[in-house]
Nanobody, 120 residues
Framework: QVQLVESGGGLVQAGGSLRLSCAASGIIFNIYDMAWYRQAPGKQRELVAT???????NYADSVKGRFSISRDNAKNTVYLQMNSLKPEDTAVYYC??????????????WGQGTQVTVSS
């Protein structure tokens, strides 16, 4: 059974930085698109950043220039480097990935989430 396990969340002051990691474990044929989402209290989950298997990236306007998504395909891991953090970045951050368990079958998987809290 494949799992996505996030780490790296925590409490940071405004203007600080955090680096989130999300590692996939289990029987994996290939990992296609990977992404980070976040959900603040009382709000809907929103897309933060995406990265394709080839390394193409896309970002929400609210984090452009501050966040950077990257991946290490050899380690089945995706990262989110978050700089110049703001209190409005406070949320639970979720990893998401399209997992290929065989050449003919792929499915979407979520991590359990990691809390990021930015104090003013």
């Amino acid at each position: 059974q494949v799992q996505l396990v996030e780490s790296g969340g925590g409490l940071v002051q405004a203007g600080g930085s955090l680096r989130l990691s999300c590692a996939a474990s289990g029987i994996i044929f290939n990992i296609y698109d990977m992404a980070w989402y976040r959900q603040a209290p009382g709000k809907q989950r929103e897309l933060v950043a995406t990265i394709t298997s080839g390394g193409s990236t896309n970002y929400a306007d609210s984090v452009k220039g501050r966040f950077s998504i990257s991946r290490d395909n050899a380690k089945n891991t995706v990262y989110l480097q978050m700089n110049s953090l703001k209190p409005e970045d406070t949320a639970v951050y979720y990893c998401n990935a399209d997992i290929g368990s065989s050449p003919m079958y792929a499915y979407n998987l979520w991590g359990q989430g990691t809390q990021v809290t930015v104090s003013s």
